[in-house]
């Protein structure tokens, strides 16, 4: 696709049970991000993807987060024993980075609601 | 990463120029000032990064004073659909120690 894909769009899930959120980033893109946006916040920074460094995982809010990039491509963010306090749009980036930073595009979303 | 200040909140009149201030008083001389709006419901959106020189695109223009201790963000002609939320963020360019990490930024609110 064009874009960087999400999926789901919406997940509505009970408390303690495990999600998986999907990112698909552009083709070709190196650098990925995930970002979480609770209700009236701005953007919490959580786990950043470059090549094959090794992520920085310093926005992690708690170890029942972890986040994987399989083959430089596709990333999976995980939740588990999820929480009402996850509850929050998650947001993927991905951005055309070797050596240098550029700009970041930005998925849709997944709006996560832990009830 | 330069912590970078932004006003909560701005309004602006539909046809004129909104000018969407930012401070970095502390950024270091690797990191480029980037610009990011995130319109309701929508994933934020690039808009333009400088370092020093003035920058401009279809998009917008990027005012950066010469001692690069802050900056604004300009829509020539704002409409509408320019209501958001303006995101400034001083990173470094090199992808190994860089992240983007967005402050509160301005909701900018334009009005007919």
């Known amino acids: 696709g064009a874009g960087v894909s999400q999926s789901p769009s919406n997940k509505v899930t009970e408390k303690g049970k495990d999600v998986e959120l999907r990112c698909d980033p552009i083709?070709?893109?190196?650098?990925l991000y995930w970002y979480r946006q609770s209700l009236g916040q701005g953007l919490e920074f959580l786990i950043y993807f470059q090549g094959n460094s090794a992520p920085d995982k310093s926005g992690l809010p708690s170890d029942r987060f972890s986040a994987e990039r399989t083959g430089g491509s596709v990333s999976t963010l995980t939740i588990q024993r999820t929480q009402q306090e996850d509850s929050a749009v998650y947001l993927c980036?991905?951005?055309?980075?070797?050596?240098?930073?550029?700009?970041?595009?930005f998925g849709q979303g997944t709006r996560l609601t832990v009830v | 990463d330069a912590k970078t200040t932004q006003p909560p909140s701005m309004d602006c009149a539909e046809g004129r120029a909104a000018n969407l201030p930012c401070n970095h008083s502390?950024?270091?001389?690797?990191?480029?000032v980037y610009w990011y709006r995130q319109i309701h419901s929508q994933g934020p959106q690039y808009i333009i990064h400088?370092?020093?020189n003035n920058e401009t695109n279809e998009m917008a223009s990027l005012i950066i004073t010469e001692d690069r201790k802050s900056s604004t963000l300009i829509l020539p002609h704002a409409t509408l659909r320019d209501t958001a939320v303006y995101y400034c963020?001083?990173?470094?360019?090199?992808?190994?120690?860089?992240?983007?990490?967005f402050g509160q930024g301005t909701t900018l609110q334009v009005k007919p």
């Open positions: 502390t950024i270091s001389g690797n990191e480029y």
């Open positions: 400088g370092l020093k």
């Open positions: 083709s070709g893109h190196t650098a």
């Open positions: 963020i001083a990173n470094p360019r090199s992808s190994n120690t860089g992240k983007l990490i």
């Open positions: 980036a991905s951005s055309l980075a070797q050596d240098k930073i550029t700009e970041a595009f």
